[in-house]
C-alpha cells in the first residue's frame, strides 16, 4: 500500500518535517510506501486564480501543477496532511493546494440541479496537527473542536473523503515532542488496516 504524505512547513529542519519522516518510518516498517509532498521545498503555488475559477466552472482542464498533484492523490491508497497550527487552522500554503487540488469535477461534482456527487470516498485521510498551545487551551476555547468542523467536515466531507484520524500534537518541549515522533511513527505502523492490505 502508498500513502502520500503532505507537508506544509517552510523549515527543512522543522519538527513538522520530523513528524512526517517518523510516519514515514512506521509506514515502511509495515512494510508499505509513502512519497512525500513537501509543498514549500516544491514552490506549490497557493494562489486560487482565474486558471482555477474555469476549472472550478468546468469551463478548462486544470493547470499542469493542479493536475500533477490529482495524479499523486489519485496512486495513493491514503492521504495524510502533517502540519503546524496557524492561527487555529491549517498554514494558508496547504489550504491553497486544498482550494485548488481538491476541484470541481475532480475531488466533488456539483451536478447542475444542485445534487453534489462526492468523489473521493474511496480516498481515506489522516491529519496531524502541531500545536504550539497545550490541550487545556484549545480545549477551553473550543479551537480543536472549531477546526475539526471546519476541516474534517468542512473539507474533507464534502467531497466524501473520510477522516480516519484527526491527532492534535501539542506543546513543543523536548518530552512532547519525543511523545509526538513516537505517535507518528504508531500511526505510520497502522495506517493500512491488515484487512485492506489483505484485500489489495
Known sequence: ???LAVVSHPDPGSFTHAIAAALVEGLAESGHGAEV???AAEGFDPRFSAADL??????APPPADVAAEQARID????LVLVYPVY???MPGLLKGWIDRVFANGWAYDEQPEGRLVKRLRHLPVHLLALGGADLRTYARHGYFGAMRTQIDHGIFDYCGAPVATTELLPGTD???LAAHLATARKLGRALFPIERQAAA
Open 54 to 59: 474555469a476549472v472550478h466552472r468546468r469551463q
Open 75 to 78: 496512486r495513493a491508497d491514503a
Open 37 to 39: 509532498a513537501d509543498l
Open 174 to 176: 523536548a518530552q512532547a
Open 1 to 3: 500500500m502508498h500513502a
Open 87 to 89: 492561527w487555529w487552522s
